[in-house]
């Protein structure tokens, strides 16, 4: 069970598969080393490099990972997901797979007392008008439960060559294009309000997401008042941990010399 000063972690983007065994390794590391001793870890999306639905769980690494995740939660450690785009058919299943909650995004939570609002990131990029359309199509209902009566080996087939055609036109786009669009991240704020006022006085909640692979914290003015957005880094050269506790929050990067070579 973790202490009351534990910390609540946060991770994202590390886009979990075969072909990167040095990460899963790092991540198992993770969760024996650091999440043990949570109060809570989230994980905000793309934390595999595609999850296709029912039947993904029976691939013998996912099996590795979701073990992982159930012996956390069953130490007490409470674990919450969020999809991503690239594992987008994650969804309540997780609770009966691994014990963790699935987020629904955006989510806004209490952390230390404060509002804080989660989202992947993807729905920030809002000048990236064709993904933003494909996001449309991909995540409607319909597409979905269309997707989900498609036998595995269609979908995972399906999962490669969307993945290839994202790949392809990322390298079309603009580092600008792919990068959560400034009034998006003010209007995803504002539409978060009313709220009570916090403890420090901010009226705005934190903003933490994933998804552009860009990790930083930035300050932000909103309405006369300072605002935060932290983004996580993803799960490439080293593992990336946003840290929060009752000393303050704190981006950090977990392992080194793990990076797969491909
Ligand atoms: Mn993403």
Known sequence: MPATNAPTLFI????LSVARPGMM??????????ALHARHLYILGDFFEFWVGRGAEQEAANRDILSALRHLTAQGVPVS???????FMLDTSLRQLCGADFLKDPTVIDLQGSPCLLTHGDLLCTDDLAYQR?????????????????????RTRLAGGLRQASQDAMQQKTAMIMDVNPDAVLAALRGQRPYPPTPDGRPYPLLI????????????VLDGQHCRRIVLGDWYETGS??????????????????????
Do not use: K
């Not at 979905?144 to 595995?152: A, E």
């Not at 303050?248 to 070579?261: H, K, M, P, Q, V």
């Open 12 to 15: 994202s983007d590390l886009h």
């Open 25 to 34: 390794q790092l991540f198992l590391y993770f969760l024996q080393e650091e």
């Open 81 to 87: 997901i969020m999809g991503g785009n690239r594992d």
């Open 134 to 154: 494909f996001r449309r199509i991909i995540q409607h209902p319909l597409t979905r439960l269309t997707l989900g009566n498609l036998p595995y080996a269609w």
């Open 209 to 220: 997401h994933g998804h552009t692979h860009r990790p930083g914290i930035h300050e932000i």
């Open 241 to 262: 941990v946003l840290r929060s506790d009752a000393r303050g929050i704190r981006l950090e990067n977990f392992g080194s010399g793990t990076a797969d070579n491909c």
